[in-house]
């Protein structure tokens, strides 16, 4: 028996008294449950309550949902006398659960005055005591079914690093909607870039294998976490490729805008077209064109979490669609990668910025793999019933979490989700 002196302190558990194998996890819970109450600890109370737009959430759901996450597929099923700690929650904070029952709608999230932020924190504490105390359990082995526990607390872990790279990129979205163009981290350095020469790199091509092996059949290779959307692990065949180097940068997106890549459709698939015509888009989402009236400059400038910057032009490009991706990649004369060849050449000697600062589009629309079977229960909703009209992204960003990048990772969006921090690489044919 294995016991750490933990204890349990501030509003999260930062030191339990398990034993193996729920140490490592239960630590691992510590950290990630501090690390979202330290992301929400910059911003006012106020700033925590607003919905700026149908796909972001506030930081205050973000906080409440996560915690029912552990509460409904952790405690419940696991501890047989266990109270809710206010059985309306799980009305206001089921997210997308259809077999967990009737849901607060998602646009009107940012309605939730009640319950309060101080509230919602007590929640977590509720939640996070709870969890320590089924840990504590666990000391004797016949108490519960570990292996049963270790799956939904894993995954609810990772469901929660999800959250915190979402709650950076909703509170970016509802920043820039302030004329004040607010800093959520003012004194945040941007790190200074280097121009690197794109070079072009062939990949060989041939039988490749893309994905994961299922939990039970864990390839020694590929150890750890993975969603379900990542197995099973699979063949594919490739032909020949050349992948760039590095990513697309500001300066060289700047030029397919002077060039007037907004304003011509050949370079733009139909529905991309419509959107730009639509909604007017004449640059990426949070960039600033000279004279913008909310920061006049003679210069274009850039808002980010450190605030607005003047554009940097050897920063990887970032929050744009993949609409635009695909249409910059037209204009390039290449294409975007496919997700299996991106997954092909990690690691290949010469590959930069593969794990960030942007997410990387793709030309792989969001599909099961063969064979693909998602988790049993609840969670079945987790992935698989999203495997339609959304384009993959591969990679990780600025914001996601440490730990929670690897190159099966397959992240997902809308083809017009702007809003994340997204960009490209270029690929082209042999």
């Known amino acids: 028996m294995i016991r750490a002196p933990w204890t349990l302190c501030g509003p999260c558990v930062c030191h339990p008294t398990v034993i193996d194998p729920l140490a490592p996890l239960l630590k691992q819970y510590a950290d990630v449950r501090a690390h979202s109450v330290a992301l ?4 006012s109370d106020e ?4 919905q700026s737009m149908p796909d972001a959430s506030p930081t205050k759901w973000h906080l409440a949902h996560t915690t029912w996450f552990f509460e409904t597929l952790v405690l419940l099923p696991h ?5 809710p700690f206010d059985r309306h929650y799980a009305y206001l904070f089921n997210s997308y659960y259809e077999a967990l029952g009737p849901r607060h709608p998602r646009l009107q999230r940012g309605l939730l005055s ?3 932020i101080q509230e919602v924190h007590a929640y977590r504490n509720y939640v996070d005591r709870a969890i320590l105390a089924l840990a504590l359990d666990g000391i004797d082995q016949d108490a519960i079914d570990l292996e ?3 799956g939904p607390l894993e995954l609810g872990l990772n469901h929660e690093q999800q959250h915190q790279e979402l709650l950076l990129t909703d509170i970016l979205h509802l920043f820039s909607c302030n004329p004040l163009l607010p800093a959520y981290n003012p004194s945040a350095q941007r790190s200074a870039q280097e121009q690197t020469p794109m070079q072009w790199l062939s990949l060989p091509g041939g039988i490749i294998s893309i994905g994961r092996s299922a939990p039970e059949q864990a ?3 590929l150890p750890g976490f993975a969603f379900d959307n990542e197995t099973p692990r699979h063949q594919r065949l490739l032909p020949p490729y050349q ?3 590095r990513l697309v940068t500001c300066g060289e997106y700047k030029h397919f805008i002077e060039e007037g890549g907004y304003q011509d459709p050949q370079w733009w698939l139909s529905d991309g077209w419509a959107v730009v015509q639509a909604q007017q888009w004449t640059a990426p989402a949070y960039w600033l064109a000279p004279g913008d009236p909310r920061r006049p400059d003679a210069a274009w400038q850039v808002f980010g979490l450190d605030g607005v910057q003047p554009l940097q032009a050897h920063a990887p490009v970032a929050n744009i669609s993949f609409f635009e991706a695909a249409a910059y990649a037209e204009w390039a004369g290449s294409r975007l990668p496919t997700e299996f060849e991106w997954e092909a050449a990690f690691g290949t000697p010469g590959l930069s910025q593969m794990m960030g600062p942007v997410w990387q589009w793709t030309r792989s629309g969001y599909e099961p793999y063969p064979g693909f079977s998602p988790r049993a229960g609840a969670a079945r909703e987790y992935n698989g019933k999203f495997m339609v009209g959304q384009q993959v992204l ?6 996601t979490p440490h730990k929670h990048s690897r190159s099966t990772y397959r992240n997902f969006f809308p083809p017009t989700a702007r809003w994340q921090f997204a960009g490209l690489r270029l690929a082209r044919d042999l």
């Open 243 to 245: 992948l760039a180097s």
């Open 79 to 83: 501890v047989a006398d266990y109270q």
């Open 40 to 43: 929400a600890a910059r911003l």
């Open 394 to 399: 591969r990679g990780a960003s600025l914001a």
């Open 148 to 150: 049963a526990l270790l």
């Open 219 to 221: 390839a020694p290779e």
């Open 114 to 116: 009640r319950p309060s």
């Open 47 to 50: 700033d925590q309550c607003v």
